[in-house]
């Protein structure tokens, strides 16, 4: 009977312990789940924290920092704002936006260089069209200049003349910002013309004061004339801009070690460092140009410069303060492009300031024609001086002191080039026995045969007698070799429209 | 003739003359004769005007052919020769009029006109 109840309290001890044991459990079970609740609970707040912390990054990123990044890309100055938070710096968030940035960046370089370059395509189509229509215009008038005497028809077509030299200007230098060819192959020419003009392209060309050192006869190769015309221009026009109406403007042509150089001083306001910096930068053409760099409106001048002297080889410093305080501005044409032209054949132009190396031996003769006139009994001139009745006649009677030489020129028919000179230094020889110039350049003309008599001593008659002679001496000659020619033309020999061409040229310098 | 046969010229013709294409005084036609006086050329003579006075060096020349042989229009020439001539470096002589019969209309109507001054 005893068993019974062991086994029931047996059973019911075993099942209080139990019983013990859950409750525990369970309470152990009930505090842990609401230990993980709570951790759970902060996990999650932790995460919305972290959500939004996110995105108010990504908000900050569209609204601050791109559109900073896209304008720092046209003006550096504007600074690009970091992260919200700066502990995101370095982490794999922080990179990733910094990597957004940089594609955007990238991305809007390539968009920028692209349409620069539709807009410079679509510029330069148009100013081509514009700048050749401007070389027809300038034809035209320039037809009418030599058709029309009325004084102010001819004062009207100078100024259009004018007008119309500065647009072309413009035009040539937008298209040559953008890219284009120059737009006009010339011939090799004297460097003082392509400075000359250059300089008449300004509407302020009359300060401009051109001192030309060069030896008579330096010139530039075809390719570099009109470049060098349009940077010395652009130079001009920004020395004319920057400084008062009244100061002049100094260009200076020197030869320098490596070749020539073209100095453009003026006494202007000056640049600062930062405009002198932005200019030389430019000018040296290392980088490409960007219209939208120019401004508005555009400043053309400095970027055309600086694309022929990356094209053309050529190079220009604006570095220097002028000593006058404005801005020296040295434009250095290398030896490769330079080269000679017989100053003889082929003068510059009339308006093109003399080579200072030119005085001894060309104003010389300039200084010392007058006196020598009345001195030999006023020789080659009297006729012309004399009462009404003779002009008509000696005007008439002149050409065969004067042009009889020439003649033969024209005519020698099959020596061509060799003809001339031949018969030039017959004529000349004596004159250049007399005066030696000390191999100095000189032209072939009849005055150094006046000026040749001025160093020989001074007895009347002789002196009087010579240019007679020596006239006589050249018109018999001519005479003979034109006879020879007109023989040898009537005997078949061919005359070459090449040689006539040759020969009208060289009458016309040598006459 | 402006220029030479290989392309247009470098340097306009306006800047000879600075821009001027009237000279107040002096009337030069194409054929009026130009001759250098026997004055000294002083300094400082614009290049233009030296160029001119050296192809006159030589002797007496038409306006029309002093404009050809320097590559520039007469009309800038006959600037150039009018300051010249302002300043005594130069002497311009009127071209000679060719021989013309007088019309005996004009020669008639000016005696009856003094004719009738007589009356």
């Known amino acids: ?511 | 003739m402006t220029g030479r046969p290989g392309g247009r010229p470098l340097v306009p013709a306006y800047l000879a003359t600075g821009g001027a294409a009237r000279h107040p005084r002096l009337r030069l036609e194409r054929l009026s004769l130009l001759r250098r006086s026997d004055r000294a050329v002083p300094d400082g003579l614009p290049p233009a005007h030296l160029a001119l006075l050296d192809e006159l060096a030589e002797g007496a020349l038409t306006a029309v052919e002093a404009a050809a042989l320097l590559r520039l229009p007469f009309s800038a020439v006959r600037v150039l020769a009018g300051e010249l001539v302002d300043q005594d470096l130069l002497v311009a002589r009127a071209p000679i009029p060719p021989a013309e019969r007088f019309d005996p209309d004009l020669l008639k109507r000016v005696a009856d006109g003094l004719r009738a001054l007589k009356h």
């Open chain 1, 1 to 511: 009977m005893i068993e019974i109840p062991d086994l029931v309290a047996g059973g019911l001890a075993a099942g209080t312990l139990s019983a013990l044991a859950l409750g525990g459990g369970l309470l152990h079970a009930r505090r842990q789940l609401s230990r993980q609740r709570a951790e759970s609970d902060a996990l999650r707040r932790q995460l919305d924290e972290a959500t939004r912390a996110f995105t108010s990054e990504i908000e900050h990123l569209a609204s601050r920092r791109l559109p900073a990044a896209a304008r720092a890309l046209a003006h550096p100055h504007v600074v690009v704002p970091g992260p919200l938070a700066p502990e995101t710096t370095g982490t794999p968030l922080g990179r990733a936006l910094d990597g957004v940035l940089q594609g955007l960046r990238v991305e809007l370089a390539a968009q920028h260089v692209r349409v620069d370059a539709a807009a410079q395509a679509g510029m330069r189509g148009a100013t081509r069209e514009i700048q050749a229509a401007l070389y027809r215009l300038q034809d035209a008038l320039r037809g009418l200049q030599q058709q029309y005497d009325d004084p102010e028809l001819a004062h009207t077509l100078f100024q259009l003349d004018h007008e119309n030299e500065q647009s072309l200007r413009r035009a040539q230098v937008a298209a040559v910002v953008c890219g284009a060819w120059v737009g006009l192959a010339r011939e090799e020419s004297h460097l003082v013309d392509a400075v000359t003009g250059g300089q008449a392209r300004l509407a302020g060309y009359r300060r401009v004061a051109v001192h030309h050192h060069l030896r008579p006869g330096t010139a530039l190769v075809s390719h570099a004339v009109e470049p060098v015309a349009i940077i010395t221009a652009e130079l001009l026009d920004n020395a004319l801009r920057h400084s008062s109406p009244d100061t002049e403007v100094l260009v200076s042509l020197e030869h320098v070690h490596h070749g020539v150089c073209v100095t453009v001083d003026d006494a202007g306001v000056g640049m600062t460092s930062d405009e002198r910096e932005r200019a030389q930068r430019l000018v040296a053409g290392r980088e490409p140009i960007l219209l939208t760099d120019l401004g508005d409106p555009p400043r053309m001048g400095l970027a055309a410069i600086g694309q022929l002297t990356r094209q053309f080889d050529l190079s220009v410093d604006v570095s220097t303060i002028s000593p006058y305080g404005g801005v020296r501005a040295v434009l250095l044409v290398a030896e490769h492009l330079l080269s000679r032209i017989d100053p003889t054949e082929r003068p510059p132009a009339a308006s093109a300031p003399r080579s200072t190396r030119e005085t001894v031996s060309e104003r010389y003769a300039v200084d010392t024609a007058p006196p020598t006139g009345p001195a030999d009994g006023r020789t080659p001139q009297t006729p012309v001086g004399d009462p009404p009745d003779a002009p008509a006649h000696t005007y008439g009677a002149e050409p065969p002191g004067n042009g009889a030489p020439r003649v033969p020129a024209h005519a020698a028919p099959g020596t061509g080039v060799r003809g001339v000179p031949e018969h030039d230094s017959a004529y000349d020889s004596a004159p250049d026995d007399a005066l030696d110039t000390g191999g100095l350049p000189r032209r072939r003309r009849r005055t150094p045969a006046a000026t040749g008599q001025e160093p020989a001593p001074r007895p009347a008659a002789p002196q009087a007698a010579a240019p007679h002679r020596a006239e006589q001496a050249a018109a018999a000659l001519g005479a003979l070799q034109s006879a020879t020619a007109a023989a040898r033309a009537a005997g078949g020999a061919a005359h070459t429209p090449n040689d006539s061409d040759h020969t009208d040229h060289e009458g016309g310098a040598a006459r």
